[in-house]
T-cell receptor
């Protein structure tokens, strides 16, 4: 069965203090690793898709990277508006559903 | 705004009742997915429809059912509701083998 594990569960950062979130996965036949941002009570907002090891994607202060076993979401010089829960999900060759990790809740203090 | 709409935003009902959640996908997306998010289970896949046909099922309870109509909107029906069914229910849509875009969700509270 596909497994997606995110760490840490929670991260408290000072504004401007860069950090990284981890998403490790055990799947058969990865067909995509997805990062989403979710604000409380809202739907997940799509950020990135990564398909193969070595791939990197960037958007503003966020950068996602992928290896054969894990993905990292780097937050550079975060601002309070980056506070959210960041979800990692995988899609495998068996079907089109997404299997999600439990998420990392990031709090950025001014 | 993802382009996916869901109604209602909130639903409060009693145990044993039946409710219907509605989802309209993004324009052009043929695939619709339903997910349940609870505090202890996280985001869990329920069911997928593609162009009106059921494509995949997750750990969806027999009390739950869904369908996708010719205009591509989808409905999730939850019956014989229990306290444990209280959760956020999300619909997502995609062109199929691509990233999924989520709606704002329906918060279901079963009293």
């Amino acid at each position: 069965e596909d497994q997606v594990t995110q760490s840490p569960e929670a991260l408290r950062l000072q504004e401007g203090e860069s950090s990284s979130l981890n998403c490790s996965y055990t799947v058969s036949g990865l067909r995509g690793l997805f990062w989403y941002r979710q604000d409380p009570g809202k739907g997940p907002e799509f950020l990135f898709t990564l398909y193969s090891a070595g791939e990197e994607k960037e958007k503003e202060r966020l950068k996602a990277t992928l290896t054969k076993k894990e993905s990292f979401l780097h937050i550079t010089a975060p601002k309070p508006e980056d506070s959210a829960t960041y979800l990692c999900a995988v899609r495998t060759s068996n079907d089109y559903k997404l299997s999600f990790g439990a998420g990392t809740t990031v709090t950025v203090r001014a | 705004d993802s382009g996916v709409t869901q109604t209602p935003k909130h639903l409060i009902t009693a145990t044993g009742q039946r409710v219907t959640l509605r989802c309209s996908p993004r324009s052009g997306d043929l695939s619709v997915y339903w997910y349940q998010q609870s505090l202890d289970q996280g985001l869990q896949f329920l069911i997928q429809y593609y162009n009106g046909e059921e494509r995949a099922k997750g750990n969806i309870l027999e009390r739950f059912s869904a369908q996708q109509f010719p205009d591509l909107h989808s409905e999730l029906n939850l019956s014989s509701l229990e306290l444990g069914d209280s959760a956020l229910y999300f619909c997502a849509s995609s062109p199929l083998a691509a990233e999924q875009f989520f709606g704002p969700g329906t918060r279901l509270t079963v009293l």
